[in-house]
């Protein structure tokens, strides 16, 4: 079976590696252009990207696929894409957060399969693992879809659940998702092949969608409650990172225990800072033990090793 694979993060790759060392032959990989990155903006190759080149695959990084775009060099590179497609035998696109939407001229060459990281319906959209665990799912898991013009709208070919673990991040939780969906895209083509893939309507009832994550949305607002900025810290953590103000500077939080305690203490106050009892912030309700924190330009602490050298107990996180 020839398959093109398109996506362009790690959770992809592990699907694509998944794929390549199953024997199956991938004619080509499509993934996002270069992107400038770290201190120096330097131009750096996706994971995808990078796990095709080292095993002699071609890329391609087309800015966009739809032909109809009002930017110029963009239609003119989905044309070109799209002429290329054409032109090429392959019996599967096979796609994992790809990040560019497949229009209708792309899912009408061969079929396309989604590889999502949500029990569909629930989470459609750009960021599952972090919104699940931003609601306090108790479990997520992964689709295998057949993709339409919807968004995340396609019948499941197969789907697999995973509890989602109170120590849990998006970081730990990627990592299971990206594995379980590296295993079920296999055996959903090797039911393909065998023409033995059966498809099922997503359920009517349940649909929510995952927005788009913004750097804003992780500054903490310690009026509300523990629970809710604990999942938030797990929630952002690797990327944006929870983040608050406190003695004029901002402090990155990258992990917390939820305390039931209330205090009298305005929230965002410092209530204990030692090794005793670590870092306690006063929450709109209950309060949190603030175990992983990160000063600008540090490294990530222990609370134990950050009170060393940031004296904050009394103070306030804004």
């Not at 990327?239 to 965002?268: C, H, M, Q």
């Not at 175990?291 to 904050?312: H, V, Y």
């Amino acid at each position: 079976m020839k398959v093109i694979f398109a996506g362009t993060p790690e959770f992809a790759t592990a699907s694509l590696k998944s794929l390549h060392q199953a024997g199956f032959q991938i004619a080509m990989v499509l993934t996002q252009p270069d992107r400038p990155a770290g201190r120096g903006m330097q131009l750096h190759a996706s994971s995808v990207k990078q796990y095709a080149q080292a095993h002699g695959i071609e890329v391609l990084q087309p800015l966009s696929l739809r032909q109809d775009s009002a930017d110029p060099r963009r239609a003119a590179d989905a044309k070109a894409l799209h002429e290329r497609l054409l032109a090429t035998e392959y019996d599967v696109m096979v796609v994992a957060a790809y990040g560019l939407i497949l229009p209708r001229s792309t899912l009408d060459i061969a079929p396309c399969i989604n590889i999502h990281g949500s029990l569909l319906p629930r989470w459609r959209g750009a960021a599952p693992i972090h919104r699940a665990i931003e609601a306090g799912d108790e479990e997520t898991g992964v689709t295998i879809m057949q993709m339409e013009e919807g968004l995340d709208t396609g019948p499941m070919l197969g789907i697999e659940h995973v509890a989602i673990e109170a120590g849990d991040t998006t970081g730990t939780l990627h990592d299971k998702l990206a594995a379980l969906g590296a295993r079920m895209i296999v055996d959903a083509l090797r039911k393909m092949e065998r023409n033995s893939l059966e498809a099922v309507p997503q359920p009517q009832a349940g649909v929510t969608y995952a927005a788009k994550i913004s750097k804003e949305e992780a500054a903490l607002d310690f009026s509300s409650s523990a629970l809710e900025l604990g999942l938030k810290i797990r929630a952002f953590n690797p990327f944006p990172g929870a983040y608050a103000r406190i003695n004029g500077g901002t402090v990155k939080l990258w992990a917390a225990d939820v305390l039931e305690a209330d205090s009298a203490e305005p929230p965002g106050t410092v209530l204990a800072a030692d090794t005793r009892h670590g870092i306690v912030v006063a929450c709109g309700d209950g309060s949190l033990r603030l175990t992983e924190l990160q000063k600008p330009g540090g490294k990530r602490l222990s609370a134990t090793e950050f009170i060393k050298g940031f004296a904050i107990e009394g103070a306030r996180f804004d």
